[in-house]
DNA sequence: CCCATGACTAATT
DNA sequence: AAATTAGCCATGG
């Protein structure tokens, strides 16, 4: 515990099915690390595609998907199927109604 | 310890 | 409004 990465992991599982959150979000929810925004990109890189962790559920601040992977999970598109069987509708990359699927905790 | 990398963001131009 | 620049943070070599 206390790694950085373990604290994104546990907070992302929290993420609601048909939700999303940004990685922003998430780096102000682990408190002072504030713009850590790009570290917990790193750290959701660095998990399992098989992990518990719904890696999906994390985008851009702009509403953008965002990456997925490394393109050896299916990159980006995967990531849409996902979140499109969650219910999430995303039109030319970008999620509709954003600011509404956005989870807040 | 310094440099480089990356699933980011906000501010400028 | 689209494209560029610059800032920020954890991790690995």
Redesign the pocket.
């Given at each position: 515990m206390g790694?950085?990465?373990e604290a994104v992991y546990r907070l992302v599982r929290r993420v609601p099915r048909g939700r999303v959150t940004?990685?922003?979000?998430v780096?102000r929810a682990l408190g002072r690390?504030?713009?850590?925004?790009?570290?917990?990109?790193?750290?959701?890189?660095?998990?399992s595609?098989g992990s518990p962790v719904p890696?999906?559920r994390?985008?851009?601040?702009?509403g953008?998907l965002?990456?997925?992977?490394?393109g050896f999970?299916g990159g980006p598109r995967r990531?849409q199927a996902l979140l499109e069987g969650e219910g999430v509708r995303i039109r030319d990359g970008v999620i509709v109604g954003f600011g509404a699927a956005r989870w807040r905790g």
């Open positions: 790694t950085f990465d940004t990685y922003g979000d780096a690390r504030g713009r850590a925004a790009r570290a917990v990109g790193q750290a959701l890189l660095r998990n595609a890696c999906h994390v985008v851009r601040a702009d953008t965002g990456g997925y992977g490394g999970s990531k």
